[in-house]
């Protein structure tokens, strides 16, 4: 089964791939925003940053 990013890169299952502590989605390795030790999407990235800036 093939994944797509929302970047469009096709992931296949072996692929080097990140998934969202948040909300679980699954996208590519360069899509990924680390932050501390978790790994976020864009997304949940920009609510966590967010949150810790109010």
């Not at 080097?16 to 978790?38: F, K, L, M, N, Y």
Request: proline share 2%.
């Amino acid at each position: 089964m093939l994944t797509t990013c929302e970047c469009g890169v096709t992931m296949e299952p072996s692929s080097r791939s990140a998934q969202c502590q948040e909300c679980g989605a699954v996208g590519c390795v360069s899509c990924a925003i680390q932050i501390d030790t978790e790994t976020y999407c864009r997304w949940c990235a920009w609510l966590v940053t967010r949150g810790r800036v109010a």
